[in-house]
């Protein structure tokens, strides 16, 4: 009964920040490894960014690298994605996911198919 609920999207101009969070419902954000994914219309789901369940070691896109910072506070059941230098390219809805599964393939982070919970979304537009 894992219930993830996005929230702190929204419309910024290039160049400016937002924060997402991602509030966890019936269960404990330190058993999942999560991340954020993100899509537009007509295009598959992207991955975005990891935080481990045992380190908290991150892993990112490209393109976000050096702009975008995945965090978790688990006394708050919520991880964040700071999203700083936003481009256009950004733009699309951002998903939450966790995975609470076992991983055998390397740069499984990156697949959608390896989550087991996701939220509503939560969308961002990068415009001027």
């Known amino acids: 009964q894992v219930q993830l609920v996005e929230s702190g999207g929204g419309l910024v101009q290039p160049g400016g920040s937002l924060r997402l969070s991602c509030a966890v419902s019936g269960g404990s954000l330190s058993d999942y490894g999560m991340a954020w994914f993100r899509q537009t219309p007509g295009k598959e789901r992207e991955f975005v960014a990891m935080i481990r369940r045992t380190n908290d070691r991150e892993y990112y896109e490209d393109s976000v690298k050096g702009r975008f910072t995945i965090f978790r506070v688990n006394a708050e059941n919520t991880v964040y994605l700071q999203m700083n230098n936003l481009k256009p390219g950004d733009t699309g809805v951002y998903y939450c996911?966790?995975?609470?599964?076992?991983?055998?393939?390397?740069?499984?982070?990156?697949?959608?198919?390896?989550?087991?919970?996701w939220g509503q979304g939560t969308q961002v537009t990068v415009s001027s």
């Open positions: 996911a966790g995975d609470g599964n076992f991983h055998t393939h390397s740069l499984w982070y990156r697949s959608a198919m390896e989550y087991a919970y």
